[in-house]
């Protein structure tokens, strides 16, 4: 029986490198927590930069100098331009981590992110604005399947919620600071710091992100097997990509994984807004009360890793997580009370984020590692491709029915419909 010893001593693999089969014992290396905690410093920039314009959707300044009113549909537009064009972006630019060094790539996604950020200080048209929330979305698409391959490699599978619990919590926090900061920003200074602010934000995690990779090496650096070897190599790969592709496991954990960001995207889009509009809770009060669900989504993600990593059922985890997700939402539709509705909201997220973490860790049980990228790629991409319609889908409705509530019902059916998914697969993993 391997010990904990003996499999601690074979993770660290670096990305790039010829992944070893299930028979071949990978070399030795020493546990790099470094690695996660780099990842969670680019999830949480990335987070801050996704979610800022939603704490300006309810900002007069803003719409005048966008040009438009408070128009729910328009406003979470752009949200949704953005989740579409990240969407496919990580289905179909996913691999570029296979082939290019995982610093330099996560360094250069950055720089684009600094720059867009300025830019969209700077821009006083819809279109413009719309335009550049899709360059940000083809710009950050790569992150969550570089992540994950990452992960996947460098950690076995008893560490695996763990170390993707570190990166993961970078958007409960980016969301827990990243909303009171904005609407900070814009209570005293105005709608154009907020951008230049999350710019600014960019050096220090860079500087964080190259000292916590400095270990990672570019695939170039690895030997280069002979001609005969690459092209069995090519012929596997192409064959475990059409395995994965036949799976139907892997397609009903893609479906939940639509359910599941599409709850977050909804939540991200639409919160402040829904406490100050549905729930006529004044703005400066709002700032601060956004955070208390996101606060208790890093607890649940943290409490979420920590039991599903001992007890293994990553299935059944996900499952109890989001039936208490859309519980959580149906009982704030019945509340009133400001802290008896944030309670329940907290109760959802929390519950929300314990299937963070396993959610990942389930796509690598029911996955081939060989295949982690592709993998990667084709669950998160398809995940916020369909999760990036939840923000103007609640813009319809409540502007279709005049009820911030309608919002929040949406969720809750679809968090239902997330649970059906995962019934077949709750024997198996």
């Known amino acids: 029986m391997t010990t904990t010893h003996e499999l601690d001593d074979s993770i660290g693999q670096r990305v790039g490198q010829p992944v070893p089969t299930e028979t071949t014992q990978p070399q030795a290396q020493p546990v790099r927590w470094s690695v996660p905690l780099a ?10 930069d996704k979610i800022s314009i939603a704490a300006l959707f309810s900002d007069a300044g803003f719409q005048q100098a966008l040009g438009i009113d ?3 549909t328009r406003l979470g537009l752009l949200m949704t331009a953005f989740l579409l064009s990240y969407g496919l972006s990580s289905t179909l630019l996913s691999g570029i981590g296979d082939r290019i060094s995982p610093k330099k790539l996560l360094l250069a996604m950055m720089g684009i992110w600094c720059l867009l950020m300025i830019m969209m ?7 413009g604005m719309m335009t550049l929330r899709i360059l940000l979305g083809i710009a950050e698409g790569p992150l969550f399947p570089l992540a994950f391959s990452i992960i996947r490699h460098a950690f ?3 560490l695996q919620a763990r170390a993707t619990m570190l990166w993961l919590l970078g958007t409960p926090i980016g969301a827990a600071v990243g909303f009171p900061v904005t609407l900070y920003i814009l209570s005293h200074v105005g709608w154009q710091a907020t951008f230049f ?3 600014a934000m960019t050096v220090p995690v860079m500087l964080w992100v190259w000292f916590g990779l400095r270990h990672m090496r570019p695939p170039r650096a690895a030997a280069m097997p002979a001609p005969a070897q690459r092209a069995g190599m090519q012929r596997q790969r192409r064959q475990e990509r059409r395995e994965l592709l036949r799976q139907p496991h892997f397609w009903l954990i893609c ?10 995207w909804g939540m991200n889009g639409w919160l402040p807004s829904y406490l100050i509009a549905g729930k006529g809770i004044h703005l400066e009060h709002a700032s601060y009360l956004s955070s208390l669900p996101f606060i208790a989504m890093l607890l649940g993600e943290v409490l979420g890793a920590w039991y599903a990593d001992r007890l293994n059922w990553r299935a059944l985890s996900c499952f109890v997580s989001m039936c208490g997700a859309g519980a959580g939402l149906l009982l704030v539709l019945y509340l ?3 802290w008896a509705v944030m309670g329940a909201m907290a109760f959802s997220t929390f519950m929300w984020g314990t299937g963070a973490p396993n959610i990942f860790a389930l796509l690598a049980k029911a996955t081939a590692s060989q295949v982690s990228a592709t993998a990667g790629g084709i669950f998160n991409g398809l995940g916020n491709f369909a999760g990036a319609l939840a923000p103007v889908v609640m813009g319809l409705l409540i ?3 005049h009820d911030m509530d309608s919002g929040l019902l949406f969720l809750a059916a679809v968090a239902g419909v997330g649970c059906l998914m995962l019934l077949p697969l709750l024997k198996h993993y």
Do not use: E, I, K, R
Not at 39 to 48: M, P, S
Not at 121 to 127: A, E, I, K, L, V
Not at 255 to 264: D, E, G, K, P, R
């Open 70 to 72: 408070f128009d729910p």
């Open 255 to 264: 479906l939940f994984n639509v359910t599941f960001l599409t709850y977050l």
């Open 197 to 199: 602010a999350m710019a």
């Open 39 to 48: 990842l969670f410093a680019c999830v949480l920039l990335a987070f801050f």
């Open 399 to 401: 502007a279709a029915l």
């Open 156 to 158: 076995p599978q008893h």
């Open 121 to 127: 200080g700077f821009t006083h048209s819809y279109h």
């Open 336 to 338: 009133d009370s400001t």
